[in-house]
């Protein structure tokens, strides 16, 4: 009999409390895998698989088994999760895009035609930039451009 795969929000909560426990930073082990930042954190959040070579880095890196690394390996399945509603940073990124989401579908379309912005093909941004005000959080969206053919 085999042994079921573990599932990814197990093996995320098992790879976070890891990093924790041994005081790295998301920015370690990105670089570590040598993966971009956000995707990173994504893909060890189970919201992308993550290839053989590198899944097997983390674990050796966090000390955490071959469970685990399968588990990375696996497809995943995107679908919002409960957190959408209930945490207020991702909540805001949801607010974000129900306010400005028809103004940059309009922006889009004005500017480069019927179509839509990748999310596969697609880079995502973040950084901390100082402001005499308070600090500001700078997230950038990054996608091809894909044009509807008819």
Same mark, same amino acid.
């Not at 940073?89 to 922006?107: C, M, N, Q, S, W």
């Given at each position: 009999?085999?042994?079921?795969?573990?599932?990814?929000?197990?093996?995320?909560?098992? #790879?976070?409390?890891?990093? #924790?426990?041994?005081?790295?930073?998301?920015?370690?082990?990105?670089?570590?895998?040598?993966?971009?930042?956000?995707?990173?954190?994504?893909?060890?959040? @189970? %919201? *992308?698989?993550?290839?053989?070579? %590198?899944?097997?880095?983390?674990?050796?890196?966090?000390?955490?088994?071959?469970?685990?690394?399968?588990?990375?390996?696996?497809?995943?399945?995107?679908?919002?999760?409960?957190?959408?509603?209930?945490?207020?940073? #991702?909540?805001?990124? *949801?607010?974000?895009?129900?306010?400005?989401?028809?103004?940059? %579908?309009?922006?889009? *379309?004005?500017? +480069?035609?019927?179509?839509?912005?990748?999310? #596969?093909?697609?880079?995502?941004?973040?950084?901390?930039?100082?402001?005499?005000? @308070?600090?500001?959080?700078?997230?950038? +969206?990054?996608? %091809? +451009?894909?044009?509807?053919?008819?």
């Amino acid at each position: 009999m085999t042994t079921p795969i573990m599932p990814k929000t197990d093996a995320a909560e098992l #790879i976070n409390a890891a990093r #924790i426990r041994q005081g790295l930073t998301w920015a370690t082990i990105a670089d570590k895998i040598d993966a971009p930042l956000v995707w990173t954190v994504a893909a060890l959040l @189970g %919201k *992308h698989p993550v290839p053989p070579a %590198k899944a097997t880095a983390v674990v050796e890196l966090l000390g955490l088994g071959e469970g685990v690394a399968e588990s990375l390996r696996q497809q995943p399945t995107r679908t919002p999760d409960e957190a959408a509603a209930n945490d207020p940073t #991702i909540y805001r990124f *949801h607010e974000a895009i129900d306010v400005y989401g028809p103004a940059l %579908k309009e922006l889009i *379309h004005e500017e +480069f035609g019927d179509g839509i912005m990748s999310a #596969i093909n697609f880079k995502i941004g973040f950084e901390r930039r100082s402001d005499p005000n @308070g600090d500001r959080v700078v997230v950038t +969206f990054d996608g %091809k +451009f894909l044009d509807y053919n008819w």
